[in-house]
C-alpha cells in the first residue's frame, strides 16, 4: 500500500499525468447496476446529506417497503439496460428499523432467480446474525458506505460513528459476500481526508468502491455545500483511488452530473469502471440509453 504521503504527492501532480498513471489499472470494460429504492423517508439517522433523515423537513415522499412484485418488475427493466447487478435499497439505520427483514430477503432470493442479474442490498448497519442471514439467502453483494474519512465523520454525523460502517464491512467480507463500499465527495472534508478515505478503502478492499459527489438538498445542513469540491478535484480524487485500490471497481453514482460529459468521459477512460445506471435514491440520474450510447462510443464493453 502507499504512504499518505506516496498518495498526496500523487493527488498535487500534473492532471493529465495523474490520469495517465491511474489509466493503467483499468479494464475495457464497464459494470452497470441499478437500484430500486424499496422504502423511503422516515430514516432516525442525522446524516447531514441526506433527504431521507427525519432530523431535517425536506418535503420528500416517504413510503414503506415496496411489493416483491415492484422488485422483480424493476429488476427486469434494470436487466433490459444492460445492468448486471440490482439492489434494493432501504432508508434506516439497520434492516430491523422497518420491521422488514424477512421481507428483504425474500426480495433478494426473487432477483437471484432472474438469469444474468446479480442481488445486491444496501440496507444499514448490520448485526452478525442478519450478515449470516443474508449469506444464507443467496446474496451476492452488499453495500455500505464509509462516506468519508473517519477524522471528518462527527463532521457529517453523529448518531452513529465511522466504526459502525468499518465493522459492517467486516461482518460482509466474514460471511462470504462480496462488498460494495464508497464516499460521497464535496461534503466539506479537506484533500488530506481524501487521502485518508483513499487509504481507508485500500484497508477495507471493497470489490467496488462507488463514488457520489454531493448533491447539496435543500433543509439539510449541507444545503449550501455546492462549493466544496470542483470538478478538477474530483478527477484528482478517482485517480488517485484507483490507484490506491487497483483491484476495486471505481462506480460512477449519485452526482456525477456534477461534472461536464467532458470530465465524465475522461474519468471512464482512465479511472472508473462501474456506473450506476438510471435513477438514485432522492435524486434523478441518466437515461440508460445514454451511459450505453456513451460506453459504446468510448470502444469500450459492457460487461455482463
Known amino acids: 500500500m ?5 498518495l498526496l504527492k500523487l493527488y498535487n501532480m500534473n492532471l493529465d499525468e495523474l490520469l495517465k498513471i491511474s489509466s493503467q489499472y483499468i479494464k475495457n470494460e464497464v459494470e452497470f447496476c441499478s437500484l430500486i429504492n424499496a422504502r423511503n423517508g422516515k430514516c432516525s439517522q ?3 446529506y441526506c433527504a431521507q433523515s427525519s432530523h431535517y423537513c425536506t418535503n420528500i415522499e416517504s413510503y414503506p417497503l415496496v411489493s416483491i412484485e415492484e422488485v422483480k418488475k424493476v429488476a427486469l427493466e434494470a436487466k433490459s439496460h444492460k445492468s448486471s447487478r440490482f439492489a434494493i435499497v432501504t432508508s434506516g439505520k439497520t434492516p430491523d428499523e422497518g420491521r422488514d427483514f424477512q421481507i428483504e430477503l425474500d426480495m433478494i432470493k426473487e432477483i437471484n432467480k432472474i438469469e444474468g442479474l446479480k442481488s445486491c442490498a444496501s440496507i444499514g448497519i448490520l448485526n ?3 450478515a449470516k442471514m443474508l449469506a444464507q439467502s443467496g446474496l451476492k453483494r452488499f453495500h455500505h458506505n464509509i462516506n468519508t474519512a473517519k477524522s471528518y465523520y462527527p463532521e457529517v454525523c453523529t448518531t452513529h460513528d465511522w466504526d459502525d460502517r468499518f465493522n459492517t464491512c467486516k461482518l460482509v467480507k466474514k460471511y462470504g459476500m462480496e462488498l460494495c463500499c464508497g464516499v460521497i465527495l464535496g461534503m466539506g472534508e479537506s484533500v488530506e481526508q481524501r487521502i485518508e478515505m483513499a487509504m481507508e478503502l485500500a484497508e477495507i478492499e471493497p470489490d467496488s468502491i462507488p463514488i457520489n459527489i454531493l448533491m447539496p438538498i435543500p433543509e439539510t445542513p449541507f444545503e449550501n455545500y455546492y462549493d466544496k469540491i470542483d470538478e478538477e478535484n474530483v478527477l ?6 484507483k490507484i490506491a ?4 471497481v471505481l462506480r460512477f453514482c449519485g452526482g456525477r452530473m456534477r461534472l461536464s460529459e467532458e470530465n465524465q468521459r475522461k474519468a471512464l477512460q482512465t479511472c472508473v469502471e462501474g456506473i450506476m445506471v438510471g435513477n438514485y435514491l432522492t435524486t434523478i440520474g441518466k ?3 445514454e451511459d450505453i450510447k456513451t460506453v459504446l462510443k468510448l470502444g469500450k464493453t459492457i460487461s455482463k
Open 236 to 241: 484528482r480524487t478517482l485517480a488517485v483511488f
Open 46 to 48: 442525522n446524516c447531514k
Open 128 to 130: 452478525e446474525e442478519q
Open 245 to 248: 485500490n487497483p483491484k476495486s
Open 2 to 6: 502507499k504512504t499518505k504521503e506516496e
Open 287 to 289: 437515461a440508460p440509453e
